[in-house]
């Protein structure tokens, strides 16, 4: 589904060239729930960002479909075949819960949004109570939730999570966690979480450890 080829990604600014990720192989499959870890600076959060395609590899290539990401349209890839989720949740905070995960349904012109919207609110188990709510109205873990919704009515089927439960008590982390492991077992997404969380990574099915840029044995 998802492959990278001998990745590699080198920073450089006036004063340094950092290389950030050395020669990176992995394919990941539908279905399953990826945990990626690793200490600060070992290169996961880029990673995740070029499987986001929102940069490019220095060196190797990101593969989608036989296509890399180097070949499609990026804008399309982003709108139709990934949706991020961020620790810090990213909801538009004069729009309700509601209006939060129909706006980019409604950006796209998708008929029958705020239908799609419920369906999703609900599976995260959010009802009808939480609808018309401000996310300040909101817990730190129902934000997330709600993040959760709009990337699920996306209709992307690879879900990349940076640090998801970075914010949140232990209860919610839970939650979340066996959410996003859920929608990888029972719905089929590819879900791959960047965490320091060693205990999400008990509940991945694949752990990739990485440590100075390269993939490290767990």
């Known amino acids: 589904m998802l492959k990278i080829e001998n990745v590699a990604y080198t920073y450089k600014s006036k004063y340094q ?6 020669g990176i192989t992995y394919a990941f499959e539908p279905g399953k729930f990826y945990a990626l870890i690793g200490r600060s600076g070992s290169g996961k959060t880029t990673l995740l ?13 990101v593969v989608y479909e036989d296509k890399t990401t180097a070949e499609i349209d990026r804008d399309i890839y982003h709108r ?4 991020v989720i961020y620790q810090s949740y990213n909801l538009l905070p004069l729009l309700s819960v509601m209006e939060n995960v129909t706006f980019p349904l409604e950006l796209k012109k998708v008929p029958g949004a705020k239908k799609i919207a419920e369906e ?9 109570t939480y609808f018309k709510r401000l996310p300040a109205m909101l817990s730190g873990g129902e934000q997330q939730r709600v993040a959760i ?13 940076d640090e998801p439960t970075g914010n949140l008590d232990t209860e919610n982390s839970e939650i979340v966690i066996d ?9 089929g997404y590819c879900v791959i979480v960047v965490t320091h ?9 694949e752990v990739l450890k990485l440590k100075d840029g390269a993939l490290a044995d767990s």
């Open 120 to 128: 999703k609110l609900r599976a995260v188990g959010l009802d009808e």
């Open 179 to 187: 959410l996003l492991q859920k929608l990888a077992h029972e719905e």
């Open 197 to 205: 969380d060693l205990s999400i990574a008990d509940k991945a099915d």
């Open 149 to 161: 919704a709009r990337a699920l009515a996306s209709d992307a089927k690879i879900i990349l999570a």
């Open 49 to 61: 960002s070029l499987l986001a395609a929102l940069d490019l590899p220095t060196e190797g290539q």
């Open 17 to 22: 060239t950092v290389k950030a990720l050395k």
């Open 80 to 83: 139709d075949t990934v949706a």
